[in-house]
């Protein structure tokens, strides 16, 4: 038998509540390193949704979709954090507000 | 009963997110932030897909939640040394994380427990996931093997000139 004891909105309400987080955090944050947790806050939440109608359905491909966020978040985490290490470098700050000019 | 071991773990997640988003020290949100994957975690377990709990914690809460850990010891930031660690160390740091931490711990082992086992009607076990992987979606393991091999070379062009101030000595490119 397929489907859920929990209805799937409920699941999905949470997920949205948690992308909301991350994304208030993405916008109100200035430091980057938060920036990057609100990222990553974001990416799961996206993650919840598609284990959730996976589960739903009874199928794998959700959890599949998962594994592949998984490792969107590790190949973005590791590049946002060599950049964090530059800007750190650079700067001397992690407040991104001072770090908003490109190089002519 | 076991419909509501879903809505705590919810609500853990829920307010761990929020403290660790509003969080003024990194180190502190980083610890929420691990309290909330870990809800995360439980929650896939209990929509029956264990084998998305086990990445969930070993991926997530462990690998790229580290990396974070070593970039914020990396750049030292505040104060120095002993003083800030002993500030670390206080009751009431680790206290409320702890607690959410021993919520869940306590949901896994009444699953556990428990014969009917999760809520979800039917388990995705990882046999399935992985026969599915490497069924019709191998072209996506080729695509996760360029995206982590791009991130690898990017992750080591930007930390590289890092590496080489720390010892000069080496000095060449």
């Known amino acids: ?104 | 009963m076991m419909e509501s071991l879903f809505y705590i773990a919810a609500l853990v997640a829920l307010f761990s997110t929020l403290q660790a988003l509003s969080r003024s020290n990194a180190a502190h949100a980083l610890i929420y932030l691990i309290i909330s994957l870990l809800a995360v975690a439980v929650i896939f377990f209990l929509l029956g897909a264990p084998f998305a709990a086990a990445l969930e914690v070993v991926i997530y809460a462990g690998a790229i939640m580290v990396l974070f850990v070593f970039v914020i010891m990396m750049l030292n930031l505040g104060e120095s040394g002993d003083a800030r660690e002993r500030r670390w160390l206080e009751p009431r740091i680790w206290v409320v994380p702890a607690l959410l931490a021993a919520i869940l711990l306590a949901e896994l082992l009444a699953v556990e427990i428990q014969t009917e086992g999760i809520t979800s009607g039917k388990e995705v076990s990882p046999k399935e996931v992985g026969l599915t992987l490497f069924g019709p979606y191998v072209l996506a393991v080729e695509i996760a093997s360029m995206l982590l091999l791009a991130g690898l070379v990017g992750a080591y062009h930007l930390g590289r000139r890092f590496i080489d101030r720390k010892s000069p000595a080496g000095g060449s490119h």
Do not use: K
């Not at chain 1, 948690?18 to 938060?34: K, S």
């Not at chain 1, 959700?62 to 592949?68: E, K, R």
């Open chain 1, 1 to 104: 038998m397929a489907g859920l004891q929990i209805p799937l909105e409920h699941v999905l309400v949470l997920a949205t509540l948690l992308f909301i987080a991350g994304l208030v955090g993405l916008m109100v944050r200035r430091n980057i390193i938060f920036i990057l947790m609100s990222l990553e806050v974001m990416l799961n939440a996206a993650a919840l949704a598609f284990v959730a109608a996976g589960a739903y359905w009874g199928q794998a491909d959700g959890q599949i979709i998962f594994m592949l966020i998984l490792t969107i978040a590790a190949a973005e985490v590791s590049v946002g954090l060599g950049l964090v290490l530059q800007v750190q470098r650079r700067f001397r700050t992690l407040d991104m507000d001072n770090a908003n000019r490109l190089r002519g």
